[in-house]
């Protein structure tokens, strides 16, 4: 056998590879695969009709230059010949999550038994609960939900009226690079998303009546807060935002010895030295550190935050909603495929089938981070088809890689940017691009002027 071929019942084959999720991890994946094995056929799938997962759906819409890493995976599928096929979902058995009406599917058996190694990439895209008395009333709401509504996803079409249900005063739990993204739309003007892809409705929704207060809670001292230096410094662009720290805040810099918590610090610090603009104050932002959510208050729905002090005792703060930011984890979709998921374990769950990015490290790191993992996983499944650990598909050269079924309703690279372009052509004045927001609206673009599978 060469690198990149199989000899199967005296014929040779190209390798065949299904990677499964086509965000960051799935992109970077089949990228270091194809450099590894150039004849091998490599197709991403996605449960969407769209490629680039959190690139699309979380990454904040005002931080265009993070999404223009999509220019760097397009050549993967455009130039390296790398397959794509959207609107497909693969299923285990212990997974039954909702197929949408016109979208595909294919088991994970199925999928196996077609090619010769497969590398789930699906991510972990849940809200983590916060684990409190209070927190199913109306008015609590995982960041991961508001930002998809921000991004246009299409799950989360029929919630675009959340932007408006905010009220007054809003509580955020956890003060990592997430919850700064909240702030930012929080406290930013309407205009000042100008060249975002934002969600136009959920934008003008929210600024019917946009917050005057936000109550950022940290269990963590001021030191070991989450969110990086350079997100706090952009927040002290944003015009009337009156910044104050709070609570275990007191750590002098000198007794701080690693860099990065010191110049959180100093960030945090000249944040809140910052005094209002000519504007005048707009919204008030209270950071508090050492306070831990004990409680969400009120009976039908959200009225307060009852939060555990460092310092010791509780205290009470109204608000009239509770945006958790604390991280994410396997939602419906994502497959369990065998061992535990998001433990940072090995990538083989078993020769020929793997695991890689958020799915295998947990939900932590940055997109470049997930660039490394690809690159380790796919130098693992390499040596593990060169060293004949995997047993080989049973199946001829020609034969598609996904069943008819799936096939049949799979939206390919080249319909993908039929929509790609839909959207650009179509931004609403001071956007790149505005999203469509359903499947269906997707689909009908992707599938204008195809020809027939
Ligand atoms: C709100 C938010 C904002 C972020 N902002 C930044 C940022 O500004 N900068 C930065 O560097 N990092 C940011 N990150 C982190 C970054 O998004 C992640 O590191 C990265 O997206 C993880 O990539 P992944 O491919 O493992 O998962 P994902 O990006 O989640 O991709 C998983 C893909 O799998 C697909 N999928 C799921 N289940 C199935 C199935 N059963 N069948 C087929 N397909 C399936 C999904 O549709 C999705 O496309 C952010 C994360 C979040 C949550």
Redesign the pocket.
């Known amino acids: 056998m060469s690198d990149n071929t199989v000899e199967l019942s005296g014929a040779e084959r190209p390798l065949r590879i299904a990677v499964?999720?086509?965000?960051?991890?799935?992109c970077f994946i089949a990228g270091a695969l194809r450099r590894s094995l150039p004849t091998a056929r490599i197709v991403v799938?996605?449960?969407?009709p769209c490629?680039?997962?959190?690139?699309r759906y979380?990454?904040?819409s005002d931080?265009q230059s993070?999404k223009n890493i999509t220019r760097q995976f397009d050549r993967i599928f455009s130039r390296e010949g790398v397959e794509f096929a959207g609107n497909?979902?693969?299923?285990t058995a212990a997974?039954n999550?909702e197929i949408q009406s016109g979208a595909g599917s294919v088991t994970l058996a199925e999928l196996r038994d077609r090619v010769d190694a497969v590398v789930f990439?699906?991510?972990?895209?849940a809200d983590r609960a916060l684990g409190v008395p209070g927190e199913g009333l109306p008015g609590v709401i995982g960041?991961?939900a508001l930002?998809r509504v921000l991004n246009s996803h299409p799950d989360d079409a029929d919630a675009i009226a959340l932007t408006a249900t905010l009220g007054d005063r809003v509580a955020i739990v956890g003060l990592g690079?997430?919850a700064v993204?909240i702030i930012r739309f929080l406290a930013k003007e309407a205009a000042d998303f100008e060249g975002s892809d934002i969600n136009d409705a959920a934008l003008a929704a929210y600024h019917r009546a946009p917050v005057t207060r936000i109550d950022v809670f940290s269990r963590s001292a001021i030191e070991l807060a989450k969110c990086d230096a350079q997100m706090i410094r952009e927040l002290g662009q944003i015009s009337g935002l009156v910044v104050s720290l709070h609570g275990d805040t007191a750590t002098p810099l000198e007794q701080i010895e690693d860099r990065v918590q010191k110049s959180r610090v100093e960030a945090l610090r000249e944040l809140a030295q910052l005094a209002a603009d000519a504007a005048g104050p707009r919204i008030e932002l209270r950071l508090h550190f050492g306070a831990a959510p004990q409680e969400v208050l009120g009976e039908e729905r959200v009225v307060g935050l009852r939060v555990a002090l460092s310092a010791g005792g509780t205290q009470d703060y109204a608000v009239d909603s509770v945006v958790s930011a604390i991280g994410?984890g396997a939602d419906a979709?994502?497959?369990d495929i065998g061992g535990t998921r998001a433990d940072g374990g090995s990538c083989r769950v078993e020769p020929g089938l793997y695991r890689?990015?958020?799915?295998r490290r947990g939900?932590q790191?940055?997109?470049?981070?997930?660039r490394a993992d690809a690159v380790a996983v796919a130098a693992e499944i390499v040596a593990d088809l060169e060293s004949g650990a995997i047993p080989r598909a049973d199946i001829a050269a020609e034969a598609p890689i996904l069943p008819s079924r799936a096939r049949a309703l799979a939206v390919s690279y080249e319909d993908w940017l039929r929509v790609d372009r839909h959207e650009c052509e179509h931004a609403a004045t001071g956007r790149t691009r505005s999203k469509l927001p359903t499947t269906v609206q997707m689909l009908e673009v992707a599938r204008q002027g195809a020809t027939a599978a």
């Open positions: 499964v999720g086509a965000g960051p991890s799935g799938i996605d449960r969407l490629p680039f997962g959190l690139v979380g990454v904040a931080h993070t497909v979902s693969v299923t997974v999550a990439a699906t991510g972990l895209a960041s991961g930002t690079n997430v993204d994410f979709h994502s497959p890689v990015g958020w799915l939900p790191g940055t997109i470049p981070e997930n």
